[in-house]
């Protein structure tokens, strides 16, 4: 066993930090106000290949390990989890799926430019549909239909809290073919967004994760043909479960990037703010609090880096990826929560950008199954 990080490994992580820096830092506080879509900060992830790290070059990816990814998914994190949740979703939801479980002529048609975050030099990306109004945790309970005709799929309902919901082109939707087959007799169909009957909703006003695009969006008998079908006739749940084991690594990595963010601007400000005649951080209080935070960081970053390490290693990582995800994330509130308490009063305005940290660590306890959803899926796979 060995816990370096090899030389590829190390300047990837760089580069996201750099990027996160550079990129990201500026007008985070006001894309976050003002709910605005960080388009520049992803067309420039793009760029650097950060939009497909893991897919095979031979599908315009970046062909990176899993390791890398959960690297780069913290960096980004640290500063922006707008811009990396869209990163997140592109690459395990979208873009893993269907390298994974696509037929060549969809990966040659939809993958290479989602890989690639482009097409024509415009921004492509994709997003994953799976929750509906009255199907979140429950998700076998879907009440989209694509009703079987012939050699098209006719598609009708709604989708609801869809990430990257009006940036994307391309959604890999889950829907009800045969109802009395329950999860098996669900369908994964590629849309496209700018076919008839689609609609895209409202955007969401949210807590957190603001610059991200979330909207419900909807189907009226959209004709979607059965060549854009992902694996066999009734293979649509066990796709969206599949897929959402290797996403629950990247919300796992994005929830340990804003627990240590919260953590490096703890640290900082405990090193400048004065009390009671010296630095707060010689004060038990507050480096008790660092300690504990450093600790759990810690602990979480263990377990994402072991889930794709196991990813990597074609091992099983149903377990160790939801592990990962309920820690990291649970991490991530009770951190960002105490960042804010050792900033005092700064850590409630926006400046000091710890109150930000903490509304966007919520929705890591929730997207991508909830923490409740991660015990499920832990004391299966632990019982079995
Ligand atoms: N891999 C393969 N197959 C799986 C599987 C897995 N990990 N988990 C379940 N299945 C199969 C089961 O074997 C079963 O198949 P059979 O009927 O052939 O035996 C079938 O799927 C149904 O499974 P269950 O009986 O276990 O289903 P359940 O109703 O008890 O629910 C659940 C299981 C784990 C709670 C599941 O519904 C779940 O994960 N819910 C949460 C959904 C979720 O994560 N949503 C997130 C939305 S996406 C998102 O947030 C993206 C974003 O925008 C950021």
């Known amino acids: 066993m060995q816990f370096q990080l090899n030389e590829e490994q190390l300047m990837i992580q760089k580069a996201a930090r750099d990027f996160a820096q550079q990129e990201c830092l500026p007008g985070v506080i006001d894309r976050d106000e003002n709910q605005k879509f960080p388009k520049q900060q992803v067309m420039k992830l793009a760029e650097l290949g950060f939009m497909g790290m893991m897919v095979d070059p031979a599908y315009g990816g970046a062909g990176m390990d899993t390791v890398s990814y959960v690297l780069a998914m913290e960096e980004v994190s640290k500063i922006d989890a707008s811009v990396s949740v869209c990163m997140s979703v592109n690459n395990s939801l979208v873009s893993w799926g269907l390298e994974a479980f696509g037929n060549e002529e969809q990966k040659q048609q939809y ?132 897929t959402l084991a290797g996403g629950r690594i990247g919300i796992a990595a994005q929830a340990l990037g804003i627990a240590s963010g919260a953590y490096e601007l703890a640290v900082n400000y405990s090193k400048q703010r004065k009390a009671f005649g010296k630095e707060i951080m010689h004060h038990q209080a507050i480096q008790f609090k660092l300690a504990d935070m450093a600790t759990r960081i810690e602990a979480a970053r263990l377990l994402c880096l072991k889930a794709a390490w196991e990813k990597d290693q074609g091992i099983d990582y149903t377990l160790s990826s939801s592990m990962a995800k309920v820690f990291a994330s649970e991490t991530a509130m009770w951190v960002s929560t105490e960042a804010v308490q050792v900033h005092g009063g700064y850590g409630y305005v926006k400046e000091y950008h710890v109150e930000r940290l903490m509304r966007d660590a919520k929705i890591t306890q929730i997207y991508e199954g909830t923490s409740e959803v991660q015990r499920i899926v832990i004391g299966r796979q632990i019982l079995k």
């Open 111 to 242: 993958l290479t430019p989602l890989a690639q975050g482009r097409k024509d030099g415009e921004l492509y990306i994709g997003a994953f549909l799976l929750s509906e109004p009255e199907a979140g945790s429950d998700a076998t309970s879907q009440r989209t239909t694509a009703e079987d005709m012939g050699d098209y799929y006719l598609l009708n309902g709604t989708k609801n809290w869809i990430t990257n919901g009006s940036s994307a082109s391309v959604y890999l939707v889950m829907a009800q073919t045969d109802a009395a087959k329950g999860s098996r007799g669900i369908n994964a169909l590629i849309v496209e967004k700018n076919w008839p009957g689609v609609t895209v909703g409202a955007k969401e006003n949210k807590m957190g994760i603001r610059g991200s695009d979330t909207h419900s969006i909807m189907f009226n008998d959209v004709k979607v043909p059965k060549t854009n079908r992902i694996g066999e006739d009734g293979f649509g749940f066990t796709f969206a479960m599949k």
